[in-house]
């Protein structure tokens, strides 16, 4: 639950925010890349990232713990079982994210049966494109806290962002005839529909917001 006492973020506060922890997680992945053999890759890292707090002994040994926990997490769990531990989660009951995970599905199962297409760039940046919408979409439907819709937004303009990149893989695919004429226009029909949801969606939360916030 918010702090009243603090101040509310809107969709603008929210994707500054975000943009900085996209920075902020490339470049750590930049160096895990760079360093992942290196025996003191933790302290280098932490180094690197300004994270002076887990240069001392109590920093990484809280580094190890979460890693541990990671991987310990990563042995025992596949992507059914977590499936199976998220199903009550609201976001999931959502019709537009619905939609949009049947489409990753959609697409699996579509490439599974070319698999001349499957390495293809426009097939690589639209099937990415559109699990990232996914994903983005369980982030904005996840949270009902009515004084975090400015994140909702954020969220949500992020996946539209991703939709739009889609589009873009799905028409390199369509101008060289990569697919035949049914297939795409289905494609087609999914994109339009999860696109034009999400813009919709957006208008109501504005809505929502301009009546409990005022104007942004």
């Not at 979409?137 to 937004?153: C, Q, R, Y």
């Amino acid at each position: 639950m918010a702090n009243h006492d603090e101040p509310i973020w809107d969709e603008y506060a929210w994707e500054r925010f975000l943009q900085q922890q996209d920075r902020k997680t490339e470049r750590y992945m930049e160096l895990l890349e760079k360093y992942l053999d290196d025996p003191n890759r933790d302290q280098i890292i932490a180094r690197e990232m300004g994270w002076n707090n887990l240069l001392d002994e109590d920093g990484q040994k809280w580094a190890e713990d979460v890693q541990s926990t990671f991987e310990d997490g990563m042995e025992e769990e596949d992507c059914e079982e977590e499936l199976e531990i998220e199903e009550d989660d609201g976001f999931q009951m959502h019709p537009l994210y619905q939609a949009s995970f049947a489409m990753s599905i959609w697409l699996d199962e579509l490439f599974e049966e070319s698999p001349e297409l499957q390495n293809h760039p426009a097939t690589v940046k639209l099937t990415t494109q559109a699990a990232i919408a996914s994903a983005k979409l369980a982030a904005a439907l996840s949270d009902d806290d009515a004084e975090e819709i400015g994140m909702t937004i954020a969220y949500l303009k992020r996946a539209l962002k991703a939709v739009s990149n889609a589009m873009e893989g799905a028409l390199q695919l369509q101008g060289g005839n990569l697919l035949d004429p049914d297939r795409s226009a289905a494609l087609q029909t999914r994109l339009f529909q999860i696109r034009d949801g999400i813009i919709s969606l957006m208008g109501e939360y504005r809505m929502e917001w301009r009546k409990r916030f005022g104007e942004c």
